[in-house]
């Protein structure tokens, strides 16, 4: 009863349809995603606006968009409860964005580590929309007065650009956006490439080998997990420097819920070879059922268009409350409805 009176939080958070989804993806965020769906008021994006930062063809991006639509439902999004919403379907990201641009400074922009990634990485195209990323990120939290938002570690900085820009706006206008914050996963929150234990494991690596797909048949994951770089010590133990032994015990202490101790008793006197087929199988015994229902529901193109049109309406109808009051403040006169 007491529960019952308790106003539930609201939890937004968004993933880009820019590949295919990976094991760093579902362990740092939609993993959150779903177990969160009882007890908060739920609401995912698929971030399609974000990924035209990075040039896209245009037959692959639409494929892309179904696809990571299909791989989100099915590690366990139920619509009815959480909403799960195309950006690009609602105006109103766009339309916040340009003003939380306004009110974002370059210097700020300047600063985050995302920008001078992709800019290296994308060196012939470091465009504006790049650069303002941020900002129609901010956009998507604040539009729909988020209290929490489940994120790899990777978005933190993101998140407090966020905060900073929701503060200096309502600082000018009054109480206008709930000031957010992040859910970082204990484990799992920064997943590496298998291939390149230093880097962090990313739908756009070259290297397949260092990445593991929700699309992998089985074969291919237990392949990539017994490739898997390590070091020369031979023994599984999680100890600075052992990037490669370190990333294995962490996802396979993010999948099995054991602590590093019980881990490194459980391979006491173990080669890297027996540990390395664990933590295949166990990735194996939590992604082979995703992706049976993911291959169903793509089957069924109906199904998910009827997903994302009621998410699409109940996204407008809750973000437009929100961008109305923001643009009243500023000064903005509204159209007449
Ligand atoms: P891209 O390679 O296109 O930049 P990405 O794989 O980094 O994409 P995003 O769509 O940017 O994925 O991120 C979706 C969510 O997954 C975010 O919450 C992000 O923090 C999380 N995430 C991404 N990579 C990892 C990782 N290696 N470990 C843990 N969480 C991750
Ligand atoms: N930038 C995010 C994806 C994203 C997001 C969001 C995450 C876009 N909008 C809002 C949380 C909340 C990324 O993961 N690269």
Same mark, same amino acid.
Request: hydrophobic content about 40%; glycine content about 6%.
């Given at each position: #009863? ?9 939890? %937004? ?40 930062t ?13 696809? =990571?639509?299909?791989?989100?439902? =099915? ?9 799960? /919403? ?5 105006? $109103? ?12 400074? !370059?210097?700020?922009?300047s600063?985050m580590?995302q920008f001078k990634d992709k800019s290296l990485r994308h060196a012939d195209n470091i465009n504006?929309?790049l650069f ?20 790899? =570690? ?12 929701? #503060?200096? !706006?309502?600082?000018?206008?009054? $109480? ?6 992040? %859910? +970082? ?21 070259? $290297?397949? $080998? ?14 990539? /997990? ?7 010590? #031979? ?16 996802? &396979? ?13 459980? /391979? ?6 027996? %540990? ?13 059922? +995703? ?21 699409? =309406?109940?996204? &407008? ?14 000064? %903005? ?5």
């Amino acid at each position: #009863m007491e529960n019952e009176t308790v106003k539930k939080q609201v939890v %937004f958070s968004a993933i880009q349809p820019s590949g295919t989804i990976t094991l760093g993806n579902y362990l740092g965020a939609i993993r959150n995603w779903v177990r969160m769906q009882d007890d908060y008021h739920c609401l995912y994006a698929l971030a399609d606006l974000h990924t035209i930062t990075v040039r896209q063809d245009p037959a692959v991006m639409r494929q892309n968009i179904l696809n =990571a639509y299909a791989s989100v439902m =099915a590690c366990g999004i139920d619509v009815d409860k959480a909403p799960f /919403f195309i950006q690009s379907h609602n105006p $109103n990201h766009s339309q916040i964005a340009w003003i939380l641009d306004c009110y974002t400074q !370059f210097g700020e922009l300047s600063r985050m580590t995302q920008f001078k990634d992709k800019s290296l990485r994308h060196a012939d195209n470091i465009n504006a929309g790049l650069f303002t990323y941020p900002a129609l990120m901010a956009g998507d939290i604040l539009l729909y007065q988020a209290d929490k938002v489940p994120v790899g =570690a990777d978005q933190k900085q993101h998140i407090e650009l966020t905060r900073d820009i929701a #503060m200096r !706006f309502n600082q000018l206008y009054g $109480n206008v956006f709930r000031i957010p914050e992040g %859910f +970082i996963p204990k484990d799992g929150a920064r997943v590496m490439s298998l291939q390149n234990p230093t880097a962090k494991m990313s739908k756009s690596d070259e $290297n397949i $080998n260092g990445c593991v797909l929700l699309t992998d048949p089985d074969t291919v994951i237990l392949k990539k /997990f017994r490739r898997a770089v390590t070091d020369s010590e #031979m023994k599984v133990r999680y100890a600075p420097g052992k990037d490669g032994i370190n990333n294995l015990m962490s996802i &396979y202490s993010a999948v099995t819920g054991l602590s590093f101790e019980q881990i490194e008793r459980d /391979f006491d006197g173990k080669g890297y070879g027996d %540990f390395k087929t664990a933590v295949g199988e166990a990735v194996i015994a939590e992604l082979s059922p +995703i992706r049976k229902r993911y291959e169903e529901l793509l089957k069924d193109r109906g199904y998910i268009e009827e997903c994302y049109s009621k998410s699409d =309406a109940f996204a &407008y109808r809750l973000s437009s409350r929100t961008i109305d009051k923001a643009m009243k403040k500023i000064g %903005f006169i509204l159209p007449k409805k």
